[in-house]
């Protein structure tokens, strides 16, 4: 793709501004997952900006074209599938203002390495997180400030993006402590006269 002949190192090393755009078009396709032409190019931009201003990277710049379909895949013929809905645990009736631990878990048929995108239900959510190991469990905590019930939502992609559908997990946060605790401090108080009155009656 280069519309000219590109540039070399000039002490014969394979360290030179063409091959640095070239090592990282690659990355991004095979490091990075990013597998359309198009984005590989772009992404090979990209990963060099912060030597633009190094000898004859600019020129590079400029002439390395994209000529064709630019969202041609790689690997869009290969059989790939998505991982499956992610299974989520944890605390489904908790307190609000409290952290509670949740864990996440999906498996790739081709045991591909697997990003989870978390969205605990008030708006909030971790952006993609990743990657994992296909079948391991991973953990976050999270802390609502809400009194109301919310459903934790997480989905998987894999490196080839395919992405699962939505695990699911529907919470309760319905109440803070303070309000259980003084109701129980007020049943203690009444509990002498309630001795009183069985006493009275068994007697
Ligand atoms: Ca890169
Ligand atoms: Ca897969």
Redesign the pocket.
């Known amino acids: 793709m280069n519309a000219r002949y590109g540039i070399g190192s000039m002490d014969y090393t394979t360290d030179g501004p063409s091959q640095r755009y070239h090592r990282e078009y690659w990355d991004a396709v095979f490091g990075e997952g990013k597998s359309q032409i198009s984005k590989a190019n772009q992404d090979s931009k990209e990963d060099n900006l912060y030597r633009i201003n190094e000898y004859a990277m600019r020129w590079c710049y400029y002439q390395l074209n994209l000529f064709g379909d630019p969202t041609i895949d790689f690997f869009k013929h290969i059989n ?4 499956m809905a992610p299974l989520i645990a944890g605390e489904i009736n908790g307190k609000v203002g409290e952290s509670y631990d949740y864990t996440f878990v999906s498996i ?3 045991d ?1 390495d697997i990003w989870y995108y978390i969205d605990w239900g008030d708006k909030t959510n971790t952006g993609w997180i990743g990657p994992y190991d296909s079948g391991v469990t991973i953990t976050k905590s999270h802390t609502w400030s809400k009194q109301r019930n919310y459903t934790i939502k997480a989905k998987a992609k ?3 993006c ?1 992405e699962s559908e939505w695990g699911k997990l529907e919470v309760t946060m319905p109440k803070n402590q303070q309000v259980s605790n003084m109701w129980f401090l007020r049943w203690l108080e009444n509990l002498p006269i309630l001795q009183r009155l069985l006493e009275f009656i068994w007697i």
Request: charged share 25%; aromatic share 8%.
């Open positions: 790939n599938s998505p991982p790739d048929p081709e591909n894999d490196t080839y395919a």
